[in-house]
């Protein structure tokens, strides 16, 4: 299949092949395969390290990411250009993360219950090396409300405008701010209290 | 206290990711996904090949229940035969071509 005019060559001279010629290799059975190496070689950080935000632990993200690239095979078809093609995935796999807390929340417990139990998990799968307050700034953030927790995330992290989190997320630009406006008291408030 | 400045921090992360982690994964989801593309073929096919069956069937069906309107409009139809007073009528009725093609018949099938 010709690759689209936009595609081009990055600082490391690899292609980097624009979204609309992954969204219609995608859309084309022949493709597909390559369409989801396509997308593992742009997205597949990003996509990592946004779901272990979410679910701290290397294992759980790995079966995470795993299930968000079938899910994209899977629902191919529902993908509509309207829509950046990295926001879909990033949606995709806040869904699956969400899925995945869920799962280990059971049915007595709320994703949101799982804080404390994220907190520690932290600590554990943290590097040896890694910088005290960084371990402390994954710690306030784990005990953030689920809401607070992926509208920051998106935000601090991947940059994105409250747009972008609201193709994402679904709730509204006003809440959204109002969510990274608490998120960000509440770090503020762990870190301090915490810091050495 | 000093309030903490957020946006003065570092963006890195204190895990790290398991070298060749991606590259790894790619292959078993690519694998994982040519395995349901082969499923989804042979899906295909078996209707395929089920509707197939179904026309082919109705086709039949079709040929058993309406023999003789296949034939097309030269073959006379039971009415008109059963109104002739006698087989003589009948022969009257016939063109020449056709009493020549029942001559040829009938030596044919020795009658």
Same mark, same amino acid.
């Not at chain 1, 690899?14 to 997205?43: F, G, P, Q």
């Not at chain 1, 040896?128 to 994954?138: F, S």
């Not at chain 1, 809440?175 to 301090?192: C, P, R, S, W």
């Given at each position: 299949?010709?690759?689209?005019?936009? #595609?081009?060559?990055?600082?490391?001279?690899?292609?980097?092949?624009?979204?609309?010629? %992954?969204?219609?290799?995608?859309?084309?059975? /022949?493709?597909?395969?390559?369409?989801?190496?396509?997308?593992?070689?742009?997205?597949?950080?990003?996509?990592?390290?946004? %779901?272990?935000?979410?679910?701290?632990?290397?294992? #759980?993200?790995?079966?995470?990411?795993?299930?968000?690239?079938?899910?994209?095979?899977?629902?191919?078809?529902? *993908?509509?250009?309207?829509?950046?093609?990295?926001?879909?995935?990033?949606?995709?796999?806040? /869904?699956?993360?969400?899925?995945?807390?869920? /799962?280990?929340?059971?049915?007595?417990?709320?994703?949101?219950?799982?804080?404390?139990?994220?907190?520690?998990?932290?600590?554990?799968?943290?590097?040896?090396?890694? #910088?005290?307050?960084? %371990?402390?700034?994954?710690?306030?953030?784990?005990?953030?409300?689920?809401?607070?927790?992926?509208?920051?995330?998106?935000? *601090?992290?991947?940059?994105?405008? *409250?747009?972008? %989190?609201?193709?994402?997320?679904?709730?509204?630009?006003?809440?959204?701010?109002? /969510?990274?406006?608490?998120?960000?008291?509440?770090?503020?408030? *762990?870190?301090?209290?915490?810091?050495? | 206290?000093?309030?903490?400045?957020?946006?003065?921090?570092?963006?890195? $992360?204190? +895990?790290? $990711?398991?070298?060749?982690?991606?590259?790894?994964?790619?292959?078993?989801?690519?694998?994982?996904?040519?395995?349901?593309?082969?499923?989804?073929?042979?899906?295909?096919?078996?209707?395929?090949?089920?509707?197939?069956?179904?026309?082919?069937?109705?086709?039949?069906?079709?040929?058993?229940?309406?023999?003789?309107?296949?034939?097309?409009?030269?073959?006379?139809?039971?009415?008109?035969?059963?109104?002739?007073?006698?087989?003589?009528?009948?022969?009257?009725?016939?063109?020449?071509?056709?009493?020549?093609?029942?001559? $040829? $018949?009938?030596? +044919?099938?020795?009658?």
């Amino acid at each position: 299949m010709k690759r689209d005019r936009s #595609d081009s060559m990055n600082s490391q001279g690899s292609l980097s092949v624009s979204d609309e010629s %992954i969204a219609r290799l995608l859309c084309d059975d /022949n493709h597909v395969e390559e369409a989801v190496r396509l997308i593992m070689k742009k997205y597949g950080e990003p996509l990592y390290w946004h %779901i272990r935000r979410m679910v701290v632990a290397h294992d #759980d993200a790995e079966d995470a990411l795993q299930e968000t690239m079938i899910n994209v095979y899977k629902y191919r078809s529902t *993908y509509s250009n309207e829509f950046p093609l990295s926001s879909w995935l990033y949606k995709i796999a806040t /869904n699956e993360s969400l899925k995945l807390l869920k /799962n280990r929340a059971g049915y007595s417990m709320s994703v949101d219950d799982l804080g404390d139990s994220l907190k520690d998990s932290v600590r554990a799968e943290a590097s040896p090396d890694a #910088d005290e307050t960084l %371990i402390l700034l994954q710690e306030a953030i784990a005990l953030l409300p689920t809401k607070q927790k992926m509208v920051f995330n998106l935000r *601090y992290y991947e940059d994105k405008s *409250y747009e972008e %989190i609201h193709q994402i997320v679904g709730d509204s630009v006003n809440t959204l701010k109002t /969510n990274y406006h608490y998120a960000v008291q509440k770090i503020k408030e *762990y870190i301090t209290e915490h810091e050495l | 206290m000093k309030e903490f400045d957020l946006e003065g921090l570092s963006r890195e $992360m204190p +895990y790290k $990711m398991p070298e060749h982690f991606l590259d790894d994964l790619t292959e078993r989801v690519v694998s994982k996904i040519s395995v349901e593309q082969q499923k989804r073929h042979k899906k295909e096919r078996r209707i395929y090949v089920l509707f197939a069956s179904a026309a082919s069937a109705a086709a039949v069906a079709l040929l058993l229940i309406h023999p003789f309107k296949v034939g097309g409009p030269n073959i006379p139809d039971y009415e008109s035969i059963s109104q002739c007073a006698s087989i003589d009528e009948v022969f009257q009725s016939m063109s020449t071509d056709e009493l020549g093609v029942y001559s $040829m $018949m009938s030596n +044919y099938y020795g009658n």
